[in-house]
């Protein structure tokens, strides 16, 4: 009787079943064959971002596909977290396969700011009332004494996909917990070194604070904390180097010790500072 | 100041607590695209460090400390004559003087005008446009100096003509100054050795003093985007540089002194003056009588383009005809503050470079570069009409040029 | 972080609110918009899903070792679609009207992300519980969005919820609540509503 | 140094005029219309104007207070919005369809997408389209205006009057002549022809604002005359409309009434030089607008002529602004010296 | 190629095997349930008929007759015969369809067994604009047709409702719905009429 | 003449006055996702009408000529969507190989448009509608995707727009986008009845 049963069950069942069978078969062909003959060529960095994301070619990013997004987001970190279906997990992959792939190294790179002058610190000579960007300040001249500094309108803030910059009294101030370190505010920022990627050999990277290229009269003139370039400190640790009327510190020689320490004690402006994670304060 | 014109910076020549002369040659440098610097004083060099500068903030200067016993340097236009006569100079003497003289474009741009006269074989000028339109609203450095120096103009402008073997000469001048356009007609019948030299009135708006413009109302031909009048064959200068250039080859003066027009209603006695290039704007400002209270914004140029300075130690260039002291009521309805486009169209009708103003400006602001590219951002040239007619008081102009430094940043970070 | 086990009510709150497939992943919009003009369609609509997704995990998660790379969307998409016409033939058999009302958008759940997304971004990487859990908090997270939707809807353009006339007397029904207009700018604004409630908290 | 210096990028002097004032204007340029409202439709003309400007303002101030903004009722726009959706409603609509079309307007015609300058829909059209796909028959269902019935209807007596005396619109006829191919149709388009003067005075039943092709004709004339309008688009709408109800009545004159009835009917008028003319959603170029203002009539008129509604306008507005960012793309200006480096 | 072979069973065995066990696992659900679905089907159509002539039993008496809607458009029909209690036909059912506004209009129609009077329609799927066109499902503009001739219908705008007669008055805002429901009326009666004709099946001048 | 006019009236329906995306919900996810720039969107768009017409022809051939005749419905959901998987799949290749820069400007859109309800939902559509005439399927399916690509190019010019306007930001991105589609549905509207 269940045999019976089972009997008719299959009579009109496996028409269905041969045909997905079928269709089964075929495909898997199709798609072997494929994978085999038409695989192409990719940059690693991309393939490692392919397969960091789910490939299930949703669109959402608003890009081609999978293949497509991880093409433009190699090319564009600035783009990162449109995945999502993958969510903050696979940005956060892509984050590293990419800031990996910019330091080529271990050591993480970050921005420092060259600057430490809050608006009490600066000289002005006017009010600016133009566009309140640093770009279309930056191209006039007197918006402030200082032609090196911060300016404090925020192009970095505003570039910066992870919202760790913050403007503090006229200083771009950055978040080193939030950091990724993708560039994107050093390319924004319009003075030229003052937002610079430095390699964070530690989680607090002394840095002189200054990129003023005045004489130390003016320097003294425009800023109360600027650097006047008096060589104090390159007299204690050969890490620091003296630039055009002002000291910088060479980060891939810099290692911590007591003559970097007494370097920053001697520094009349106190121009000499840590920056990072673990910065004290 | 190091910087005054456009291409390579010079490099001073002399030293610090050097003894100078007037006339004496201080910056140089080698490169083709450039112009030498002369001493407009008698004097010692104080110090060769960074200085305010209208366009760059701050850029290398030399600063010199004046004689007591120096005695000005006065304006030569009667030491020039009817009866000159251009064939005097061989084109390569010319070339030579225009560019040991320093000579650039004195209208605002300040290229060197060695350069501009060089003649090129490939692309030879055909016409020259003698520019003596004020390039903008309060400026009358020109017009002065067209009534005043109309010979010695003229003198300049046959020497181009000479220099480039040219003869179909334009001198164009706005329809409101019929005085300066009725001087050049009389001094043209009374100078028998130049030919070809027409006087043409043209329509009194900005920005008529933009070569572009000047080029398309006089011989209706549109400068290639992107591109120089010398594509299309043509040559335009200023007056002011034709008279230097006079000067120059005539008497060997080194360019050292331009005329300053100071205006505005911030100041108390408005005026012309001759003043030696480098000096500060301040002492300019006391020369003419010095502020009035209500004086808010202080420009070196006109009000349309200029720069808005606020250290007054700032010094004139080579290229700067004029300081204009506005007042709070001059300036008009900015300080209303800015409200949002409503695409009315006005910035693309007065756009004189056929352009859409508001959507450049707009992908500008958002960083939307290669949008404001798609719409030709970068064939803008910085009139500031579409700002001043916004009636949303939206700072287009600004937010273009913004726009056209990010694209030059980005074009230096990624080169290809 | 993803080393960390997920812990059940981590799965299962996700789908609900962090990683909710419409509001925050804006997946599956076709049916969310469609079928949403009242609240029983909607709920129909959410449950089929809720098979569908729960099915399709439990499948995947139990092959997931024995996947391989190239014929792995092949397979979910099998799988789905057994499971999708299973749905289809339950809804004809004993929901007939629904299953008329909801027309081709049974079916087309085969195509809808958020199946195909947690079978790939889930199901193939954990193990047959928390694919369950999963799909149970995917699937109600997707269903409550649905019937929200569904219920306004309903509500607006009919003055009832679930055939219940439940606004005052003389209320005008804004029909336009029922067309297309109705569903896109209800989704636009409830997404916004979100975006922001999420914005406040962090 | 003297800290009262200010620093700016050129250009430092401005013209003298503002949004204000170019809004101002457009206001003005609606007053006759609103003058001829009043004649015709009496109070109920002025309350329903006054409810609905007065829910507009009130939404965009809600809007602004909600995201925290300025305010911006300043710009006057949402009085310009709330007075033609008012223009563009019949006189029957009840006061509370009236907030709900206004509400809809000012939130998700125009402050989701940021404000004034950012919508890209008027504003005021996507009212009225909502307010007709909610509430069909209501927004189909006209009064007789005042002066041709003194029994009209005031105020506040619309619920107590159980059977309001309406009259189809002259477009509602020339719609039922299409569709119907009955045996009036005759007697229909004579009708229609017969009041054709009354149609340029505006005694007609109708839209508030609409019905009057005089007044609006006079507030058009005033814009161009300011400047505020450019006059391509009104040009291109009116001849468009008027090219393919020409065609129309030459294919079939037994169903089709003569163009000139088509311009002065219903809101062809008002859209083209109040409507259309509204410049945030309108194409910036030249060409652009040609282009625009030829789409607006045509649409109008495909609608009028072939579709289910008896009025085309709105929705021939919003088709036609969904797609000016494409043709202001598709008409970008060349600059002045050519395009770079061809 | 053996190696090939080989190659291919490592890789995809799964996915055959799976598709196989999928493939029985549908046919198997269809087979349990197939039944239940055309029952489904035929209770719908039932009910439906059933409120156009009530206590009635129905047969498929024709079914794919061709119909033309119009501009060369080709439907099928079934048409069902209405057989009473005490044996007698009380009438034809028939499916009809035409354009609406959104969509295709599928409707039951009902005459009586003289084919001179209609008996009613019911909407058997329509996607018509809610608020508007929709209303074609609601007993005021139904009951219209009851006991209309079977004859050629009219579309008026206003009129009387109540009246039965050959004008049908128009759901306001909704012509085109309306217009659809009465083009399909005017379509099908007379082609069904000729077709049942031409089979002899019409109880003629009984 | 009459067959022409019923093709015509068919493509004018399913671009405008049924249009996929604005009327049956179908194509949503790509288009909010890839209405961002024109130029993708017009690529995606014209991958689309190239795709559904081959998939809508393909699996009427299939419906009416292996899945009818052997009483196989019940697996037209799979086979459905596996040749259109395939059918893609497989010109994506050739396009790969042996087109390059045709694959560059629409090809690599291919892959998104294997999980595009508006495919799939057009071949059931043409199944529900019962659709038995070959040229008709072909162009219904062909109309259908110049309806998206019509519908997908309108939403990517206007948001060109909004990129550059002060949109809220809880509603930027797909808010805004579901918003404007609504107005454009309303816009669509006026077109309505004018099929009959």
Redesign the interface.
Known sequence: MILADIIT?WN??????????A??????????I??KK?K?KMDPKIEQVSKAL????????????C??YAKAVVQNPEIIGKC??????VS?KIAEILSLSVSGSDIPVRPIVHCRAHKDDKT????????P?C??A??????Q?C?FGCLGFGDCKASCKFGAIKIINGLATIDYEKCTGCTACS?AC?QQGLIEMVPFSHSAMMTVACRS???GK?TKAFCKVGCIGCKLCTKQNEAFVMATNFAKLDYKKYQPGETCETAKKKCPTGVIIYRGKDAPA | MLSQHIGAICKPVVNKRDHITTGQLIGNAEAFVSAPIYSPVNGTVKDIALQSHPVLGRAEAIIIESDEDNSPKQPCPDKFSADFDPRRFLPEQIFDAVRKAGIVGMGGAGFPTSVKIKANPNSPINTIIINGCECEPFITCDYRIMLEWTVQILTGVSLIGRVLNCDNIYIAIEDNKPDAVAAFKQAIQKMPSISGIKVVAVKTKYPQGDERQLIKSIINKNVPTGGIPPMINVLVANVATAAAIAEAVVLDNPLTHRVVTISGGGIKNPGNFYAPVGTSVSYLIELAGGLNNDAVKIILGGPMMGFAIADLSTPITKTGGAITILTEKEIGPAKRGQTPCIRCGRCIEVCPMNLNPTKIAHAAKHNLLETAEEYYMSACIDCGCCTYTCPANIELSGFIKTGKILVARQKKLMPK | MENKAPTVSNVFTAGLWRENPILRLLLGMCPTLAVTTAVKPALTMGLSVIFVLLCSNIVVSLMRKLLKPHLRILMFTLAIATFVTIADLFLKAFQPEMSAVLGPYVPLIIVNCIIICRAEACASKNGLFVSVIDAIGMGIGFTVVLCILGGIRELLATGMIFDIPVMWKGFMPLSAMRMPVGAFITLGLILGLVNMLTAKKS | MAQNIIVSPSPHIYKRHSTQSVMLDVIIGLVPAMIAAVIFFRTKAVVLTLVCVASCCLTEWLCNLLRKKPNSLGDLSAVITGMILAFSVPPTLPYWAMIIGSVFAIAIGKMVFGGLGANIFNPAMAGRCFLTACFGTMMTTWTVPATIDPNMPQVGTVSQVPTVITQATPLALIKEVIKNKSAEQDEKIAAIKGIFKNMFIGSTGGCLGETSSLALLIGGVYLLIRKTISWIIPTAVLGSAFICAFIACELDPQHSVAPWIHLASGGLLICAFFIATDPVTAPLTKKGMWIFGAGVGALTMLIRLVGEYPEGVMFAILLMNSVTPLIDRFTKLTPAGGKPNA | MLKMIGHYIKESWLLVVSAFVFGLLIAVTNAAWQPKIIQNKITKLDSLMNVLIADAKFELILSDVPVETGRGKIAKSNIYKATASDGNCVGFCFGAEGSGFADKIELVVAVDAEFKTIMGYSVLSSNETPGFGDRITQDYFRNQFIGAPAAILNLTKKGDDKKIDDEIVAISGATVSSTAVVDIFNNYLKQIREKLAGEGKLADGK | MDKIYVLLMAFISIVIVNNLVFTKFLGICPYLGVSGRIDMAFGMGMAVTFVVTLAGTLTWLIDHFVLMPYGLEVTRYICYILVIAGAVQLVEMYLRKFFPPLYESFGIFLPLITTNCAILGLCLFINLWGIDNFIETVVLSFGAGIGFTLAICIMAGIRENLKTADVPDSLKGAPITLITAGLLTLAFMGFAGMIK
């Open positions: 069950l009109s069942s496996w028409p269905a079943g041969v045909t997905m069978l269709l089964g078969v075929g495909f898997s062909i199709v798609l072997l494929a994978d038409l192409v789910p490939g299930i070619d949703c669109g959402a990013c608003g890009f081609a596909g293949s497509s999502a279906p993958g969510g903050g997990k956060e002005f000579f006017g009010q600016y009332d133009g566009i960007t770009t279309s930056n191209a006039l001249a007197n918006v004494g032609k390319k319009p290229q005045e004489n003016d």
